[in-house]
Nanobody
Framework: VQLQASGGGLVQAGGSLRLSCTAS????????MGWFRQAPGKEREFVAG????????RYADSVKDRFTISRDNSKNTVYLQMSSLKPEDTDVYYC??????????????????WGQGTLVTVSS
């Protein structure tokens, strides 16, 4: 499956952004989806994930109550709504697809397909 992430940009602290990730090539609903982020020199870390149905979601503690992941299987798209952004949220954000449909995996190696990344910059 090919993943195309978009929606990154520059935003002031306290602002909001919505990232989108559109899939093509295989049946989108066969996959759980996740968002990860990575800063230069750091490991890629889990941000949020959602099962194929959208019923189960999971968040990193650092973004809980500020970010919301959702998906629209009819549009082959997963979203990450980010609110109350902080400068420490500045990273390149990646979407990823995992074949474990009913589980939200945190580990990177549970995801088989990755998008190209979109940069989010939060200014103070």
């Amino acid at each position: 499956v090919q993943l195309q992430a978009s929606g990154g940009g520059l935003v002031q602290a306290g602002g909001s952004l919505r990232l989108s990730c559109t899939a093509s090539g295989r049946t989108f609903s066969n996959y759980a989806m996740g968002w990860f982020r990575q800063a230069p020199g750091k490991e890629r870390e889990f941000v949020a994930g959602i099962t194929w149905s959208g019923v189960v979601t999971r968040y990193a503690d650092s973004v809980k109550d500020r970010f919301t992941i959702s998906r629209d299987n009819s549009k082959n798209t997963v979203y990450l709504q980010m609110s109350s952004l902080k400068p420490e949220d500045t990273d390149v954000y990646y979407c990823a697809a995992s074949p474990s449909r009913v589980l939200v995996a945190v580990a990177r190696d549970r995801y088989d397909y990755w998008g190209q990344g979109t940069l989010v910059t939060v200014s103070s």
